[in-house]
């Protein structure tokens, strides 16, 4: 009796969680098909009845990732109007599931110019801004990161979290709250920009030379040098980018 209470008991968490993987799935489906271009801006969605039958979901599930996709700037739903696809200006594509759901095709060359251009801005600043304020556990981690992008490479995922840790310790590094805000979004856009260029062949160069010389100049409390450093690292990363999007 005792094991079927513990089953009772667990049973109406295990079917919250079943339905957040399918609200999940269902706003990934529809927000992969707007990023890629199937629904295009301004164009009316199918019915929730339509989409619901479709999808093989019943109307709520449908309605809840209705909601997470009006939360992310895709879509606006208006009674007896129904929902529509909104401009792209009006996309959070700084949200960690909308730059998903971009690369889960083969990614729009605007967005991904617009990544690297967001982060030619930001990250330069970060790190002149890190090499005056980093704190020993902040040199420690990016050591650590840098040392874990070198023995496992890009092409793993293991590789990829190192890099991530990276770029993320050096915004948390500069103190500055805002900056550390967008941690998880230019770490996201790391990781992804970096996947795309793996995806028909290895990596032109070796990046851990660039990210061991953005270390070095934080490490000496040299902003200008560390500004100048990530912006070389950035600007390396978009022209492998765009060599291998002319292949």
């Known amino acids: 009796m005792a094991g079927d209470d513990t089953v009772e008991r667990q049973a109406p968490a295990e079917r919250r969680d079943t339905g957040r993987r399918l609200r999940g799935a269902v706003a990934r489906r529809i927000g992969v098909a707007i990023l890629s271009g199937e629904f295009a801006p301004g164009e009316l969605l199918s019915t929730e009845q339509q989409f619901a039958d479709e999808l093989a979901v019943s109307r709520t599930a449908y309605r809840e990732a209705l909601q997470q996709l009006v939360a992310k700037g895709l879509v606006e739903s208006r009674p007896k ?37 967001m982060r030619s801005v930001v990250e330069p600043a970060a790190a002149a801004y890190a090499a005056e304020r980093r704190t020993r556990e902040h040199v420690k981690a990016m050591r650590n990161a840098l040392a874990r992008m070198a023995r496992h490479s890009l092409a793993t995922e293991q590789g990829r979290a190192a890099d991530r840790d990276f770029h993320g310790t050096v915004l948390h590094a500069t103190g500055n709250p805002v900056m550390i805000a967008l941690s998880s979004s230019i770490g996201a856009a790391v990781n992804w920009t970096t996947e795309f260029k793996q995806r028909s062949r290895a990596l032109p160069r070796d990046p851990v030379p660039a990210h061991r010389r953005v270390l070095d100049a934080i490490v000496a409390g040299d902003p200008d040098q560390a500004r100048a450093a990530m912006h070389a690292l950035v600007d390396q990363g978009l022209e492998d980018t765009q060599g291998i999007a002319e292949d």
């Open 81 to 117: 109007i129904g929902t529509r696809v909104l401009p792209r200006e009006r996309w959070n594509l700084l949200d960690t599931d909308v730059l998903a759901w971009a690369f889960a095709g083969e990614p729009d060359p605007d967005i991904v110019r617009g990544l690297f251009e």
